[in-house]
């Protein structure tokens, strides 16, 4: 079994920062995609940003956001910039990963962690 953790989250002012890491655990043969969703009360969930598993401690700036990931702690990070109050959402780490028994393929979802931008 699978498990993506999720931490980071919680509540900043408008143009503050927030750092987001998600680490996965268990049977892990191979992690492909990784990446974060988000999600407003009553709205879709959106994809934020992804990473491949060749960016290796590398940044991808987004914008705002830069996301990295460190493959030898499974672990993939979104840092936020400059934030603003339409931010506010539960935010999701994905990752697509291939695992024992089997060595099957599947997409593997966080809990989510809230991110709050208010004054």
């Known amino acids: 079994q699978v498990q993506l953790v999720e931490s980071g989250g919680g509540l900043v002012q408008p143009g503050g920062s927030l750092r987001l890491s998600c680490t996965a655990s268990?049977?892990?043969?191979?992690?492909?995609?990784m990446g974060w969703y988000r999600q407003a009360p009553g709205k879709e969930r959106e994809l934020v940003a992804a990473?491949?598993?060749?960016?290796n401690n590398a940044d991808s700036v987004k914008g705002r956001f830069t996301i990295s990931r460190d493959n030898a702690k499974n672990t993939v990070y979104l840092q936020m910039n400059s934030l603003k109050p339409e931010d506010t959402a539960v935010y999701y780490c994905?990752?697509?990963?291939?695992?024992?028994?089997?060595?099957?393929?599947?997409?593997?979802w966080g809990q989510g962690t809230q991110v709050t931008v208010s004054s």
């Open positions: 990473i491949a598993s060749s960016t």
């Open positions: 268990g049977s892990i043969i191979s992690i492909a995609t």
């Open positions: 994905y990752a697509h990963i291939t695992s024992q028994p089997f060595g099957s393929w599947n997409n593997y």
